[in-house]
């Protein structure tokens, strides 16, 4: 709504304005648009593929449905003088098409700049919280009480096909609403989390072009080649001598009026302070985020034992290992995937749960699938078990291990240094070494 030169954007069924501008521009425009075409287009109907760092528009799912914004359409060569040229610039943009990937979010950086960057960031951080915090928390809960209280990983010995089976997860395997609802509400909370990482590396790209474009104007040299014989000293003094008169702020202070210089100082300042230089826009998002899941569901009661929990199923990467099983089934010839379906940000949303609550070590030490995985490896059984193949099941679980291992790399690269910074104590808990059963009795 425009309304005297402002521009508001309204949530429907929200009485309050989320977004308010004093003056109309198309910047701002785009920011007020941006949050509500990613919430009806970037976090539902599309998968995101974060190998290649893409959103890929696949054919449209059973189901899914969005609202678009329907804008007053133009003939192109009103733009463009002659259909030639038309003709030109629709091949060069088409290579663009059917996706959302670098060209698109630096594009997305250059228009919205900083203030439209935070606006969006703050948009989605929204939608994450009501989907962590409402929807998604009482599917976790229902799900807890469906899982069995406890769940043993089983031995070896048994060899693979009997742990594929795994008869105390029927209840999560067969609970109607997991692949519809939890799984698509889990995928917008990834697709919205990877959307945030993917703005922030295109817009720390844009920053270092800017600070090597601006370096000769701040005399910012660059490493120079010395032959053998010369001395450093003298060759950086002709390149400061070369590159003096681009020095920007002495020659408006020197020159300038003192509204000049101070535009000049200012402009100095921002062209060095970015965030690129040491700042990182993805850890804020991420305690943002962490700071959503205190409901004490995600982390479970205490351990009985004093130190972890080992065979209950009471934390949230025990469910989250179980929805990993459900999803690692090959399906039929005329079914979807889960790649199809949800792509990469399932497991985003799955893995950065699990690394904001603390969790990622005890899911790779007490993962079904992973336990499965290795006792295949081991025997290399290859039969059928309830019209699953074991060895395709064994390959699925393996590409989801390789996906999950990089996005718990990016996520724990980004969280020590959080956590560096937040405590600088470690906290060391010291166990009485375990006592023999006849040595008990006796002491």
């Given at each position: 709504?425009?309304?005297?030169?402002?521009?508001?954007?309204?949530?429907?069924?929200?009485?309050?304005?989320?977004?308010?501008?004093?003056?109309?521009?198309?910047?701002?425009?785009?920011?007020?648009?941006?949050?509500?075409?990613k919430e009806n287009h970037l976090l539902y109907p599309?998968?995101?593929?974060?190998?290649?760092?893409?959103?890929?528009?696949?054919?449209?799912?059973?189901?899914?449905?969005?609202?678009?914004?329907?804008?007053?359409?133009?003939?192109?060569?009103?733009?463009?003088?002659?259909?030639?040229?038309?003709?030109?610039?629709?091949?060069?943009?088409?290579?663009?098409?059917?996706?959302?990937?670098?060209?698109?979010?630096?594009?997305?950086?250059?228009?919205?700049?900083?203030?439209?960057?935070?606006?969006?960031?703050?948009?989605?951080?929204?939608?994450?919280?009501?989907?962590?915090?409402?929807?998604?928390?009482?599917?976790?809960?229902?799900?807890?009480?469906?899982?069995?209280?406890?769940?043993?990983?089983?031995?070896?010995?048994?060899?693979?096909?009997?742990?594929?089976?795994?008869?105390?997860?029927?209840?999560?395997?067969?609970?109607?609403?997991?692949?519809?609802?939890?799984?698509?509400?889990?995928?917008?909370?990834?697709?919205?989390?990877?959307?945030?990482?993917?703005?922030?590396?295109?817009?720390?790209?844009?920053?270092?072009?800017?600070?090597?474009?601006?370096?000769?104007?701040?005399?910012?040299?660059?490493?120079?080649?010395?032959?053998?014989?010369?001395?450093?000293?003298?060759?950086?003094?002709?390149?400061?001598?070369?590159?003096?008169?681009?020095?920007?702020?002495?020659?408006?202070?020197?020159?300038?009026?003192?509204?000049?210089?101070?535009?000049?100082?200012?402009?100095?300042?921002?062209?060095?302070?970015?965030?690129?230089?040491?700042?990182?826009?993805?850890?804020?998002?991420?305690?943002?985020?962490?700071?959503?899941?205190?409901?004490?569901?995600?982390?479970?009661?205490?351990?009985?034992?004093?130190?972890?929990?080992?065979?209950?199923?009471?934390?949230?990467?025990?469910?989250?290992?179980?929805?990993?099983?459900?999803?690692?089934?090959?399906?039929?010839?005329?079914?979807?995937?889960?790649?199809?379906?949800?792509?990469?940000?399932?497991?985003?949303?799955?893995?950065?749960?699990?690394?904001?609550?603390?969790?990622?070590?005890?899911?790779?030490?007490?993962?079904?699938?992973?336990?499965?995985?290795?006792?295949?490896?081991?025997?290399?059984?290859?039969?059928?078990?309830?019209?699953?193949?074991?060895?395709?099941?064994?390959?699925?679980?393996?590409?989801?291990?390789?996906?999950?291992?990089?996005?718990?790399?990016?996520?724990?690269k980004y969280m020590k240094s959080v956590e560096t910074?937040?405590?600088?104590?470690?906290?060391?808990?010291?166990?009485?070494?375990?006592?023999?059963?006849?040595?008990?009795?006796?002491?």
């Amino acid at each position: 709504m425009m309304d005297g030169g402002t521009w508001m954007w309204k949530r429907e069924g929200n009485a309050e304005p989320a977004i308010e501008f004093s003056h109309s521009s198309c910047s701002q425009f785009l920011v007020v648009q941006m949050p509500l075409e990613k919430e009806n287009h970037l976090l539902y109907p599309i998968p995101m593929a974060q190998f290649v760092q893409v959103l890929v528009l696949k054919r449209r799912l059973p189901g899914v449905t969005t609202v678009s914004t329907q804008y007053s359409t133009t003939d192109s060569t009103t733009f463009r003088a002659f259909q030639p040229l038309n003709i030109a610039y629709s091949h060069i943009y088409s290579s663009y098409r059917n996706f959302v990937g670098p060209p698109h979010f630096k594009t997305i950086c250059r228009l919205l700049g900083y203030q439209g960057i935070a606006v969006v960031m703050e948009e989605l951080l929204k939608i994450v919280k009501s989907l962590l915090q409402g929807t998604i928390l009482q599917y976790v809960k229902t799900l807890i009480e469906v899982m069995p209280k406890i769940c043993r990983l089983p031995r070896h010995e048994y060899g693979s096909p009997d742990v594929s089976g795994w008869g105390s997860l029927k209840d999560i395997i067969e609970y109607a609403e997991l692949k519809t609802d939890v799984f698509q509400s889990l995928r917008e909370v990834g697709n919205a989390i990877l959307f945030c990482l993917l703005i922030e590396q295109a817009l720390s790209q844009e920053e270092v072009c800017d600070l090597l474009h601006a370096a000769p104007f701040q005399n910012i040299l660059p490493r120079v080649y010395i032959k053998e014989g010369e001395r450093l000293e003298v060759r950086m003094k002709r390149l400061e001598a070369k590159y003096a008169p681009l020095h920007l702020v002495p020659l408006i202070e020197r020159l300038g009026t003192p509204q000049q210089i101070a535009i000049a100082r200012e402009g100095d300042l921002l062209t060095k302070e970015r965030l690129c230089c040491g700042l990182s826009m993805f850890e804020v998002i991420l305690t943002r985020i962490r700071s959503y899941l205190q409901d004490p569901i995600w982390r479970g009661p205490p351990p009985t034992n004093g130190v972890m929990h080992v065979d209950e199923c009471v934390e949230f990467h025990r469910l989250w290992s179980a929805m990993q099983f459900v999803y690692c089934i090959p399906v039929g010839t005329n079914e979807f995937t889960a790649e199809q379906c949800f792509g990469d940000g399932l497991n985003w949303a799955g893995c950065s749960i699990i690394v904001l609550l603390g969790q990622q070590r005890r899911f790779d030490l007490f993962d079904f699938c992973y336990h499965l995985l290795k006792v295949q490896r081991q025997d290399g059984k290859d039969e059928i078990i309830k019209n699953v193949p074991l060895k395709k099941m064994a390959d699925r679980i393996r590409k989801y291990q390789i996906l999950n291992n990089e996005v718990f790399a990016i996520l724990n690269k980004y969280m020590k240094s959080v956590e560096t910074d937040s405590s600088t104590v470690e906290h060391v808990r010291c166990f009485q070494p375990p006592i023999h059963q006849s040595l008990a009795t006796t002491c």
